[in-house]
């Protein structure tokens, strides 16, 4: 990790010192834990769009192999949180002890392409929250700034290949 790394983790991280910025990050990175809130609103979607269901099941299924993912170069990395390495006092308790890279940002990443891929208000609903729940992770402090990017790197890169996949097989 290099100094520019530290250096915008604790400057995020400092916005968690305004209450209603530390509870909104907070609520984010909640409803982001384990993929959450995107497998959720993948299947509200499902339901709510029945010409799109298979496309809208795919899609999150797409979402949770992200996930998945993520996790499994988490295990391999082994990248210690920022509160390990850098004293950073954390505001939300995590799943585990390894930063890197970040499965919030995978899966956030992950729902806003699928999603997209999906639907027209897929690409324009989801990548706003995508965004805010990735700098969640950092004004939490619980993640540097490249554990958020790699994640969202991984989520997009990962979506994007089964983009036509998820779509049903429909041309881009």
Known sequence: MDDMDRRL??????????????????????????????????????AADRERRSAWLRATALTAGAHLASMGVKRAVRRPRPAQGLGVEPLVRTAGRHSFPSSHATSAAAAAVAYGAVRPVGAHLVPPLAAAVCVSRMVVGVHYPSDV???AALGALTARLGARWASGGAAR
């Open 9 to 46: 983790l604790s400057a995020l991280r400092d916005c968690g010192d305004a209450p209603r910025v530390a509870a909104a990050a907070r609520a984010l990175s909640w409803a982001g834990e384990h993929g959450a809130l995107w497998l959720a609103a993948g299947l509200v979607g499902a």
């Open 149 to 151: 990017a790699a994640g």
